[in-house]
């Protein structure tokens, strides 16, 4: 068995860049499970990094600062988040400066979300004349799923706990804000439910969706936050309205159970990660597989994919430019794709891999381990081509059906729909 295919010469294949590591400090006392950074998050201004150091801890770092710390002189990636931070600064109107936090969650924390607020957003909720808490454009929030089944919402710039939401009777999984700015969070649990919660609504539960056979991993919005994917155990994959808190579909073709999703940013694609050593690239508009990304090869039998197999990839993450997709394997390996190819553009060595995600501008992959380190790596460079970027335009506010209706060249259809990358 190989982790590449046959006509792929591993020593061709890029070794992406390391650009340093955030460490666990020693814990104070021996534990054999507690310690895994089951999440890593970048805050959608790109002002915070967090992640779940393990034994109850949350870390909150000024993702600038981190970047200083990485000693990277005159690197790129660096100068644009300085620059970034220097506008930040100059800015007479700027209120909060981040500051970094050490948060004790009380329970060993598993998911960790950033959710932001937009005032012209309104609460769903019918009694609008009192609330405990008036979030403002300037907040910023941290929700955390625990091991008991609760999930805390915490104040970004001062680390202050706002909201303890009691509800699920498991292990909070994943936690996911919808993008449009409402502060509507929706929490994924081993109690087979996903639950739909309004924080501009003092935290109020709206929704419980049911239908996952078993254990729910991880759920993701799509970029105009109307639909959401939820994936777990039993090989499930589900699609849901967000505007009717109905089933749309299932989707059907992983072997093994599925761990982690997230939509392209412009919502034509999903990708999701199984245990079945494979990530599948859909278009979810209409529930068809467009891309299969393996990491056994030759590919395992549906049989032996239901198993232990060595190669269960624990975590996908979809770049902001939308030409980027990394993995991570339990191969001890984590890897860089372009969506035009089925081999890996460049790749590194990871071990005890769990979890990763994107820096807001695309330019670092940050990756957590069962240790409760952090390691990040450099995005592989490439320049969207203007086609690439007039169809992510285009897929924003066009679905895969209304595509295909439109009067132009059927080439032109299958590109703008992912047919043709």
Same mark, same amino acid.
């Given at each position: 068995?190989?982790?590449?295919?046959?006509?792929?010469?591993?020593?061709?294949?890029?070794?992406?860049?390391?650009?340093?590591?955030?460490?666990?400090?020693?814990?104070?006392?021996?534990?054999?499970?507690?310690?895994?950074?089951?999440?890593?998050?970048?805050?959608?201004?790109?002002?915070?990094?967090?992640?779940?150091?393990?034994?109850?801890?949350?870390?909150?770092?000024?993702?600038?600062?981190?970047?200083?710390?990485?000693?990277?002189?005159?690197?790129?990636?660096?100068?644009?988040?300085?620059?970034?931070?220097?506008?930040?600064?100059?800015?007479?109107?700027?209120?909060?400066?981040?500051?970094?936090?050490?948060?004790?969650?009380?329970?060993?924390?598993?998911?960790?979300?950033?959710?932001?607020?937009?005032?012209?957003?309104?609460?769903?909720?019918?009694?609008?004349?009192?609330?405990?808490?008036?979030?403002?454009?300037?907040?910023?929030?941290?929700?955390?799923?625990?091991?008991?089944?609760?999930?805390?919402?915490?104040?970004?710039?001062?680390?202050?706990?706002?909201?303890?939401?009691?509800?699920?009777?498991?292990?909070?999984?994943?936690?996911?804000?919808?993008?449009?700015?409402?502060?509507?969070?929706?929490?994924?649990?081993?109690?087979?439910?996903?639950?739909?919660?309004?924080?501009?609504?003092?935290?109020?539960?709206?929704?419980?969706?049911?239908?996952?056979?078993?254990?729910?991993?991880?759920?993701?919005?799509?970029?105009?936050?109307?639909?959401?994917?939820?994936?777990?155990?039993?090989?499930?994959?589900?699609?849901?309205?967000?505007?009717?808190?109905?089933?749309?579909?299932?989707?059907?073709?992983?072997?093994?159970?599925?761990? =982690? +999703?997230? #939509? !392209?940013? %412009? /919502?034509?694609? *999903? $990708?999701?990660?199984?245990?079945?050593?494979? @990530?599948?690239? &859909?278009?979810?508009?209409?529930?068809?597989?467009?891309?299969?990304?393996?990491?056994?090869?030759?590919?395992?039998?549906?049989?032996?994919?239901?198993?232990?197999?060595?190669?269960?990839?624990?975590?996908?993450?979809?770049?902001?430019?939308?030409?980027?997709?990394?993995?991570?394997?339990?191969?001890?390996?984590?890897?860089?794709?372009?969506?035009?190819?089925?081999?890996?553009?460049?790749?590194?060595?990871?071990?005890?891999?769990? =979890? +990763?995600? #994107? !820096?807001? %501008? /695309?330019?670092? *992959? $940050?990756?957590?381990?069962?240790?409760?380190? @952090?390691?990040? &790596?450099?995005?592989?460079?490439?320049?969207?081509?203007?086609?690439?970027?007039?169809?992510?335009?285009?897929?924003?506010?066009?679905?895969?059906?209304?595509?295909?209706?439109?009067?132009?060249?059927?080439?032109?259809?299958?590109?703008?729909?992912?047919?043709?990358?």
């Amino acid at each position: 068995m190989a982790s590449f295919p046959a006509f792929v010469n591993e020593n061709d294949i890029a070794k992406a860049r390391s650009i340093g590591d955030l460490l666990t400090p020693a814990a104070p006392f021996d534990q054999k499970s507690g310690r895994e950074t089951w999440t890593v998050a970048f805050a959608p201004d790109g002002s915070y990094f967090a992640w779940s150091q393990g034994h109850r801890i949350v870390k909150l770092v000024p993702w600038s600062q981190c970047l200083s710390s990485f000693l990277l002189v005159g690197n790129s990636v660096n100068n644009v988040a300085n620059r970034r931070l220097s506008r930040q600064n100059s800015d007479g109107q700027q209120k909060n400066v981040p500051r970094e936090h050490t948060i004790d969650c009380g329970d060993i924390v598993w998911g960790l979300a950033f959710g932001s607020s937009v005032p012209e957003k309104q609460s769903r909720c019918v009694n609008i004349e009192w609330h405990r808490f008036k979030f403002g454009q300037d907040q910023l929030l941290l929700a955390t799923g625990l091991n008991n089944g609760r999930i805390k919402i915490w104040d970004v710039y001062t680390g202050k706990l706002l909201l303890n939401l009691m509800d699920h009777t498991e292990i909070v999984r994943d936690l996911t804000f919808a993008p449009d700015g409402s502060l509507i969070l929706v929490s994924a649990s081993r109690d087979k439910t996903l639950r739909v919660w309004d924080l501009k609504d003092d935290g109020n539960m709206m929704k419980v969706l049911r239908g996952h056979p078993s254990w729910v991993y991880s759920s993701s919005f799509s970029p105009d936050s109307s639909i959401l994917c939820s994936v777990g155990a039993n090989k499930a994959v589900f699609l849901w309205d967000m505007d009717k808190y109905t089933m749309i579909r299932k989707l059907e073709g992983h072997h093994n159970d599925v761990v =982690c +999703c997230e #939509f !392209s940013p %412009d /919502g034509a694609l *999903l $990708a999701t990660a199984s245990y079945d050593t494979r @990530v599948i690239v &859909w278009d979810p508009h209409i529930g068809v597989v467009l891309l299969e990304l393996g990491h056994l090869f030759p590919p395992p039998t549906p049989i032996f994919a239901g198993g232990a197999n060595d190669r269960w990839v624990r975590s996908v993450s979809f770049c902001h430019d939308g030409l980027h997709i990394a993995s991570i394997c339990d191969d001890r390996m984590v890897r860089f794709w372009s969506i035009d190819e089925t081999s890996p553009q460049a790749v590194a060595p990871l071990s005890n891999g769990l =979890c +990763c995600a #994107f !820096s807001t %501008d /695309g330019s670092v *992959l $940050a990756a957590g381990t069962r240790d409760g380190s @952090v390691h990040f &790596w450099a995005t592989p460079r490439k320049i969207s081509s203007l086609q690439h970027l007039c169809r992510m335009s285009l897929r924003r506010v066009l679905s895969t059906q209304e595509v295909e209706k439109l009067p132009v060249p059927s080439r032109m259809v299958q590109f703008l729909s992912y047919r043709i990358i």
